[in-house]
């Protein structure tokens, strides 16, 4: 079985501040884990991917995460908080080989403050 | 243009009137899936389809049927509605590709089953 833990439903920063969203999987086979980001009153993006090519992962808009197996964690960062990043975010976990099964968190509610 | 198009975007119903929400992509994506989000829970998936003809159980698949016929389409369908069905729909495709992922998410479908 598969299942991902957000710590903090939310996170309020200010604007230029560090932004750190938590996340833990649990999987029983090497993951693949996923940062989606949903704004107000629309859909999901892909932020980032984990795939083990590499554990420091880069995606759009300056969010990266990184994932720390010891830990099982794969959080995410950004340097400095924009007010457009306001949003809430959703950490993923699917198993790898031919299992597709996708698990989300709870999610993570950032808000940024001026 | 990519996209995912969901039909309808809103829908209200009575218990045990059957529906079908319908997913089309226009990508010619191999991977279709659907979740519904509800507050406190965020998203969980319901089914996936890794091809035609081939679908799997996601997390909550009760209370739904699911058919992959034709590559392009992927429709949802509620057999017998409940109220605990009220919720808001997401279909989705992706492709994936030497570690690289693309994945587009439908505007959502929110469906109020009295």
């Known amino acids: 079985a598969q299942s991902v833990t957000q710590l903090g439903s939310h996170v309020s920063v200010s604007e230029g501040a560090l932004v750190l969203l938590r996340c833990n999987y649990s999987?029983?086979?090497?993951?693949?884990l996923f940062w989606y980001v949903q704004y107000p009153n629309q859909g999901l993006q892909l932020l980032l991917k984990?795939?083990?090519?590499?554990?420091l992962v880069k995606g759009i808009n300056g969010f990266e995460a990184e994932f720390k197996k010891s830990e099982t964690s794969f959080h995410l960062t950004k340097p400095s908080a924009h007010m457009s990043d306001a949003a809430e975010y959703f950490c993923?976990?699917?198993?790898?080989?031919?299992?597709?099964?996708?698990?989300f968190g709870k999610g993570t509610l950032l808000t940024v403050n001026p | 243009e990519a996209q995912v198009t969901q039909n309808p975007r809103y829908l209200i119903t009575v218990t045990g009137k059957k529906l079908t929400v319908t997913c089309s992509q226009n990508m010619n994506h191999e991977y279709m899936s659907w979740y519904r989000q509800d507050p406190g829970l965020g998203l969980r998936q319901i089914y996936y389809s890794m091809n035609v003809e081939v679908t799997d159980k996601g997390d909550v698949p009760e209370g739904y049927k699911v058919s992959r016929k034709e590559k392009r389409n992927f429709p949802l369908i509620l057999e017998s509605p409940s109220p605990n069905q009220t919720s808001l729909y997401f279909c989705?495709?992706?492709?994936?590709?030497?570690?690289?992922?693309?994945?587009?998410f439908g505007p959502g479908t929110r469906l109020l089953v009295l």
């Open positions: 984990y795939t083990s090519a590499a554990t």
């Open positions: 989705a495709s992706s492709f994936s590709f030497g570690g690289q992922e693309t994945q587009y």
């Open positions: 993923a976990v699917r198993g790898g080989g031919s299992n597709y099964k996708l698990t």
């Open positions: 999987s029983s086979v090497p993951p693949y």
